[in-house]
């Protein structure tokens, strides 16, 4: 039972929440000690949701420390470059190919950056780094809102349960017209983080 | 049964499987959970107050019944109800009255930070403190125990991380199943507050503290773990969990009772340590206690004063106080992206309203930059400028770009007495308060009665979204839905207002940018009090409604004008603006093409919803 320290990043509305919820759940359920911690309040309101969800034998900080995240699951890429620095040397980012501009590039000196600012970023933290099609893989699913599910699926990849921890969870916790749905698209998340992974030939 | 639950679920069930039968609060974050997952239960009595006075008056009331009773606010929220709190510290209680306060260290969603640990001491009242979900399920039945054990209210303080993170609980115990019978004993001496009351009542508060100071010394939540002997950590809350996390062999006494502070523990915990160290977020509150002990500790030399910890800054602490080795240097400067504000949501009924504040050029007071020449005819009213007093809640977000529509913002109810006081100071320019429905409620009606009374002419927008938005949508007297959801009377807005004297009430379409442009440059002309109601549904309630809107990009000339908004919808593509199809919510607001001057903004027909 090794230590899990996973940090869920995006914008308000993406289900950034719910997935740090089911990973909380499954955690839990499969014998780990599970502390998660979400921003809240104003951030809700269209700015950077983070979840922090840690596994391990016995937690303590419910936030998981900088420079100590085994994973970093970006639901928007601006969002993934911003809390790269929580990654430890060598963990694993997937950065779904989201972008939402902020109202604030607007006028501004700062622009949104490109893919290749946002890579460079990462790398300097992990060399790690998976870009998920997020928008292909809606469009295949015909189902855009469920980024959160193939996020959990690619994560499942990397982490030592069977899937059946997962995928029970979402058989329990979702109304039943959403199951099906749901469930191919966890499957899709798993296996596109298997293709990437024999890509990259990594061997975890 | 282990179950995964934030601290203030786990408050809430606390409560539950303590027996409360009475549970009262006004939304506020963090602390609105603990209330709305009562909410519903069977045998609980759930309410949202007007205010947290009123909350906790209806607790004192639900106390003295005999019942059990919990009350629940955030750490300004205490401020409104002191002086409820600290009458009923005087009166004692018959059923047990808890009250929880969520303080907000880092003002994740406040106005202020302080730390409300003071209040305990203030008020003469025992606190406890849980450090994660498990001690917050714990400490109920037990504050409950020692509120009637004691004749006393308790107070339990959280934190935002205490209260919203999640940890595993597990639930031990269930709902009795006889609950305390309700019946008032009459007894003026206790609870008839006159003069020679009281003086007695004082000498029974300081008997119940000394009789505290010897109760929590065995009380068995609190935890001495003896390792290390060179370093010995005190702390509580969230701050224990990351002082764990950094010093990993130190001995640590982990103090849930944080008020009276277990004396006779803390000299035997130091005896053990040769270095003392308090490990607390905000003020050093344990450190003064262990230092008026006689006992030589440290904290705030290294720990921050401001804020809330991390694991990171308990290191960096550490490191300073020479009890660790510093950690490696942060890398170089943080890539520089570009920032994430919180936003108004797309077809926020609140934003028109801040747009013709903004438009008309109200919101600086004197312009002293080039004046670009479209806008020339507006300087005349800017120069007699209007100031926007402004309160709690999501409209407060006015204040940042693109709206720039704010000019003060303090506490609630706040907007309406400032703005009088800036009228009856004499400032030239015209004053509007702006404040939300369920704001006016919680503390707006005294303030306005007020500028009645004393010949104010000032004119008061209340922003009637109909609901208490920004903490999640609870209701309040003005929608008449109850905590529950079940539906009781509706106090009316526009009744209201008549009724305390108003005579120039406006009842606006808050999507309607001319007319309330108009009503606005009306009602600050005349000399008498006004009140704009703004009404419009927040979105989160709203389905869309028809097509989104669309930009023709031939028509655009890229004035930007609709990007002013600050709509989380609108974004440029290029340098033409483009409207996400997906986050538009299409007739149910219909603000950008009202202020598009091209006409360039319609709805897409082709795409059915």
Known sequence: MRDVNVLLVGVGGQGVVLASDAMAEVGMLNGYDVKKSDSLGMAQRGGSVVSHVRWG???????????EADFLLAFEQLEGARWAPYLRDGGVAVVADVVVVPVSVIGSTTPYPTWDEIERTLCRYTDQVY?????????????????????????????????????GNIRRHLPPKFVESSLAAFDRGAAEALAMKKEKGVQR | MRQLLSGNEAIALGAYHAGVAVATAYPGTPSTEILQSLAGREGVYTEWSTNEKVALEVGMGAAYGGVRTLVVMKHVGLNVAADPFFAASTTGISGGLVVVSADDPGEHSSQGEQDN??????????????????????VMSWAFRISEDFDTPVLVRTTTRISHCKGVVGVNGERPSELRQPQFLRSPSKYVMVPTNARVRRYAMEERMVRLRAYVEDFPLNEMLLRDRGLGVISSGVAYQYAREVFRDASFLKLVTTYPVPERLVRRFASEAERLIVVEELDPFLEQEVLCLGIPATGKEFLPLIGEFSTEIVERGAAKAGLL??????????????????LLCAGCPHVATEFALRRLGFYRPVSTGEVPPERKPLEQLRQGGIIATSDIGCYTLGVYAPLFALDTCACMGASIGQALGLEKAGVPNKVVAVIGDSTFMHSGITPLVDVVYNRGNTTVIILDNET???????????????????????????????GLGVRDVNV?????????????RRCVETDEPSVIIARGPCPLYVKPSGPPFQVDASKC????????????????LGDKPCIEANVCVGSSC????????????????????
């Open chain 2, 117 to 138: 640990r003071h209040y305990a001491k203030f008020a003469k009242v025992p606190m406890l403190e849980p450090s994660d979900s498990q001690e917050a399920y714990d």
């Open chain 1, 57 to 67: 034998r016995r937690v303590f900080s419910p936030m998981v420390k900088r420079g």
């Open chain 2, 557 to 572: 000339d890229s004035c930007y004008a609709c990007l002013r908004v600050g709509c989380p919808a609108i974004s440029l």
């Open chain 2, 468 to 498: 208490t938005a920004m903490t999640g949508h609870q209701g309040h007297p003005g929608t008449g839905v109850l905590a529950d959801g079940s539906k009781g009377r509706v106090v009316k807005l526009e009744d209201l207002v008549r």
């Open chain 1, 131 to 167: 870009r998920l099609p997020a928008m292909k893989i809606g469009l295949e699913l015909g189902n855009p809102r469920a980024l959160n599910m193939v996020m959990l699926g690619f994560l499942s990849a990397f982490l030592e349960l069977e899937a059946e921890a997962w995928t």
């Open chain 2, 508 to 520: 606006v379409n808050a999507f309607d940018l001319e007319a309330l442009e108009s009503t606005l």
């Open chain 2, 325 to 342: 080795q510093a950690s490696a240097a942060p890398d170089s400067a943080p890539a520089k992206l570009p920032l994430r504000p919180p």
């Open chain 2, 590 to 609: 219909t603000l950008c093409p009202q202020v598009c001057p091209r006409e360039a903004i319609s709805q897409v027909r082709d795409e059915g919803r």
